[in-house]
């Protein structure tokens, strides 16, 4: 056990049997009372990012997290396959396990957290360069509007973009969202 006040951003800790990784830490000084510990962390497992308050005398069990960069290999029904580069040793993993898979691409590199051998989370930059590979032909004069049409992305990512794109564009995907940002 790891008392409230070491806490930092970045530190993993397990609460209620999920992980938690410390994002924003503040240790507030109350009036004639204790201080009390504030924190932003996000639940490993889900994503979900919550705050959260303790005493100050209040104690967490401490994670050890591993990180490791793989490279996507493909993906079948239920899991993702990935390489580690070093070893070439090819690790599965269960897709409902990695939210945003829907961004790779086959040979991209990846970090992903590890805790004893099952994977927890994977990090994705904010933004990837994906290319469009259907969606319907834009109408000529109508580039200056906000009117956006479906398209499919070659990850099979479905999203909105503008009317002047077209099949073979290449776009960039904001990863928080799924919206289209701009034309690569």
Known sequence: MIPVTSLRPGVTFEEHGDIFEVLTYNNMHLRKTSSVVQVKIRNL???????????SNGEVNPVKIEKKVLQYLYRDSNDCYFMDPQSFEQISVPSENLTGSE?????ENVTISFNKDA???MILPPKVKLKVTDTNPGVKGNSATN?????????GLKTKVPLFINIG???IVDTRDGSYTARA
Do not use: H, P
Request: charge should be negative; glycine fraction near 10%; proline fraction near 0%.
């Open 45 to 55: 497992k889900n994503g979900a990012t919550t705050e959260k308050t303790f005493g």
């Open 103 to 107: 961004y790779l691409k086959e040979g």
């Open 119 to 121: 994977a927890l989370s």
């Open 147 to 155: 009117v956006y049409k479906d398209a499919t992305l070659e990850t």
């Open 169 to 171: 564009d290449e776009i």
